[in-house]
């Protein structure tokens, strides 16, 4: 398996340096799967920032007063599923899964994770999670049950303002669709592609090798890898890749288990490097199962910035119209880190 790098060198005369001659590393990292590129510099995590400083905790709580997904708003304030699933809400524990009331897919449902309005990131305990994970899954075998014809489901969250999100108390969001989005349909066509040169299964390669490497390998269970990916798509990226399943589907009550127990484990991590936002989503193959051969499912966290009253966001021109992100964290030293909450 291919791990292509280039290091490419700018100078200048610095003003930070009176105008000195300086050198700064630019890493161009290339996917060993898709083939798309990210480029490196630690040095630009120095770079001033034209922000706003202080802590908007007071905002925060303020979202608390007419919050829809508080307990005493909820049954009021969601929307209520069509009666051919049975029940107006789903629950699971704390866990509580409605429509969402301004979907983007034809089945798009929110899950909202806990009782309370705003939780630090090691509250997200593995219970809690796994309540959460284990109840959409439940939804997604519901809506295969209604139309077996919508075969592709993504569980996503937008975890505070800074990573989109519109309401501030935890919550997933979880799509249903008949097609592949557009970066799932990339990565199920190289995945196919990597099948028909090589014999063998990408994903599984992956492991093995990145395991044997361990300069990224982050932690494992039976059934769930984690590992910083080599080519990041976002600053401090992780990935949990299941060894077995393909698809969401073929989860059982193990998976979810390690899994909440992974991303817990990687949302204590991040607490303790400073990150309090996050964007997470999945890349679950056809759930008929045909995507066995050459694909597994996977599951991507990255970070976002940090809430201030005025911050500088890390999706500029390159991550929104070049599709080549900069990155300002490395791979193999957000994995040193992560090691060490994964008791490794």
């Known amino acids: 398996m291919l791990f292509r790098r280039e290091v490419r060198e700018a100078r200048f005369l610095s003003p930070l340096q009176g105008f000195a001659p300086v050198v700064q590393r630019v890493e161009f990292r290339r996917d060993p799967l898709t083939g798309r590129w990210s480029r490196i510099n630690l040095e630009r995590a120095r770079r001033v920032r034209q922000a706003v400083g202080g802590h908007p905790s007071g905002l925060l709580e303020e979202s608390r007063r007419g919050c829809f997904f508080c307990p005493e708003n909820l049954d009021r304030s969601t929307p209520k599923l ?3 699933f049975g029940e107006e809400r789903m629950r699971r524990g704390e866990a509580v899964l409605f429509p969402n009331l301004f979907p983007f897919a034809e089945f798009h449902a929110v899950v909202v994770l806990s009782r309370e309005h705003l939780l630090p990131l090691r ?11 284990g109840l959409s899954l439940e939804y997604f075998r519901r ?13 996503n969250w937008n975890h505070l303002p800074p990573a989109a999100a519109s309401i501030v108390h935890p919550h997933f969001q979880l799509l249903m669709d008949r ?9 199920l ?7 028909r040169r090589r014999g063998r299964n990408f994903w599984l390669e992956l492991l093995r090798e990145e395991r044997e490497r361990g300069e990224r390998w982050i932690g494992e269970g039976e059934e769930v890898c984690w590992l910083a990916p080599f080519a990041p798509q976002g600053q401090n990226e992780v990935w949990a890749v299941f060894r077995e399943a393909s698809c969401f589907g073929e989860v059982g009550e193990e998976g979810v288990r390690e899994l909440a127990e992974g991303l817990s484990r990687v949302l204590r991590g991040y607490e303790e490097l ?7 989503t999945s890349f679950s193959g056809p759930e008929d ?14 970070s976002r910035p940090s ?3 005025l911050y500088t966001s890390d999706s500029g021109f390159m991550e929104r119209f070049q599709y080549e992100p900069v990155v300002e964290t490395l791979p193999e030293e957000l994995a040193g880190k992560l090691r060490r909450v994964f008791g490794g």
């Open 82 to 84: 069509p009666p051919e």
């Open 123 to 133: 509250e997200f305990h593995p219970g809690r999670l796994g309540e959460a994970v």
């Open 143 to 155: 809506v295969r049950g209604l139309d077996p014809s919508v075969g592709y489901g993504m569980l």
């Open 179 to 187: 097609t592949p989005t557009f970066w799932l349909e990339e990565t």
């Open 189 to 195: 066509r190289a995945g196919r592609d990597y099948r």
């Open 274 to 280: 400073g990150v309090e936002t996050f964007n997470l």
């Open 289 to 302: 199962g045909s995507g066995r051969r050459y694909h597994r499912l996977s599951l991507r966290v990255i």
């Open 307 to 309: 809430l201030r009253p």
